[in-house]
């Protein structure tokens, strides 16, 4: 058995280093309302570590028609699991240490030193490396580059133009620092404080981007990489995630090569896997190479690696959403959304539920629209698919979503 957590915050927790990281308001609120989200790509049997208000009659009506057998565990109950292997969304020492607290012993999780290690590869500073594998592949371009001082960070700004910061660990859409060619105070303030916590600055062009997706991947426990699926997936302007396309693997290869040839992809993806293989030696557990289509005058390229996610990933749950629930030939969308307020979210939810309503075609998903979580009277965040009977019913392009 296996026991599966959500703790969205894995990547600002990384960024603090420490066993006592608490996480900010924000994120905890994120943690509670989208503690189920692992029931979606959990196997039989597994557990899924949330409170039982609300999250226990939302399950028991997700198996009575869906036959999901996944159960919730709550935390006085993680003694009686101590066996079994935790598989959270990223591995931090703020997590072992709650889960130590909880009654699991040291023995059955990761050491001090294994999560030291894990946290320097999930660093930015590996893309540079990462991206000199791509270098002899036509149409594949991008540049990352480490900043180590002030005066570093400085010469790149204002040699360059449009130009994104960022900090070697954060949350997506965070730590961020987006530059237009003016060394300013406030962003040499910004640099000196992720310098002085974090040793260095990852910078990167800003590049006319098309279309942002991904390929997915598990490593096991022999260091051996397998592909799982392509995702294909929505950023808004300032870099964080807004959802994902419910597409199969077939359609994404077709939606991308719109753009460049379906032989780039193929060997994007075994240039991935090997880089995957030989430079991460030592992890084990998903994940994932944020990719990118972009523009320039001579046509379409890809930047085949934006970052490396050493975790659990939004791709990869969507993947296992559309081949859990959804019909063959339908098609949907995967989101995740905030809310000012609880009144503000349960509206759009009414909205929703009475705009898209479910049809089924023997026991998965035609159309419209469900809940992957509860909707509760603090809930402030919201995971849900909306599901449509073909391609036709809606666009993808430049951003733009139905």
């Not at 996480?23 to 196997?43: E, I, K, S, T």
């Not at 909880?102 to 894990?118: A, I, K, M, T």
């Not at 954060?170 to 060619?181: P, V």
């Not at 098609?331 to 959304?337: C, K, L, N, S, T």
Request: proline letters at 5%; glycine letters at 10%.
């Amino acid at each position: 058995m296996k026991l599966f957590i959500f703790n969205p915050d894995a990547d600002l927790a990384l960024a603090d280093g420490g066993d006592n990281y608490i996480a900010p308001a924000a994120a905890r609120r994120m943690a509670d309302d989208l503690a189920l989200l692992p029931v979606w790509y959990a196997g039989e049997g597994d557990g899924v570590w949330a409170p039982s208000a609300y999250n226990d009659s939302f399950l028991k009506r997700m198996r009575d028609f869906l036959a999901l057998d996944v159960r919730l565990v709550t935390y006085p109950e993680l003694p009686d699991y101590a066996d079994a292997g935790v598989v959270p969304w990223g591995w931090n020492l703020s997590l072992r240490r709650k889960l130590m607290q909880g009654g699991f012993p040291s023995g059955r999780l990761p050491s001090v030193e294994d999560l030291h290690f894990y946290r320097q590869c999930a660093s930015r500073e590996h893309v540079a490396g990462c991206l000199e594998a791509f270098r002899g592949i036509p149409s594949c371009r991008g540049e990352s580059v480490a900043l180590k001082d002030l005066s570093a960070c400085r010469e790149y700004v204002e040699g360059r133009g449009h130009v994104l910061l960022k900090a070697p660990w954060s949350g997506s859409g965070k730590g961020l620092c987006w530059c237009t060619g003016a060394f300013t105070s406030s962003i040499a303030g910004w640099c000196a404080k992720v310098l002085r916590g974090q040793g260095c600055v990852v910078a990167s062009p800003v590049y006319d981007k098309v279309v942002d997706f991904a390929m997915e991947f598990d490593k096991d426990k022999e260091g051996r990489v397998s592909f799982i699926g392509y995702s294909l997936f929505h950023t808004n302007d300032r870099g964080a995630y807004g959802g994902n396309l419910l597409l199969s693997d077939a359609q994404i290869e077709e939606y991308l090569t719109r753009y460049v040839p379906l032989e780039t992809l193929h060997r994007v993806r075994e240039v991935a896997k090997d880089v995957l293989e030989r430079r991460f030696v030592g992890y084990a557990g998903c994940l994932g190479i944020d990719m990118m289509v972009c523009r320039s005058g001579e046509g379409f390229w890809i930047h085949p690696c934006v970052e490396v996610n050493l975790r659990m990933n939004m791709g990869i749950v969507a993947g296992s959403l559309y081949r859990r629930l959804l019909a063959p030939d339908a098609v949907g969308y995967f989101r995740i959304e905030y809310h000012t307020s609880p009144d503000a979210l349960r509206a759009y939810h009414i909205k929703d539920e009475t705009a898209y309503p479910l049809t089924w075609r023997e026991g998965r998903i035609m159309s419209g629209y469900m809940p992957l979580v509860p909707v509760t009277p603090s809930s402030r965040y919201r995971a849900f698919i909306k599901v449509f009977p073909d391609t036709g019913h809606f666009r993808c392009h430049n951003g733009q979503w139905p």
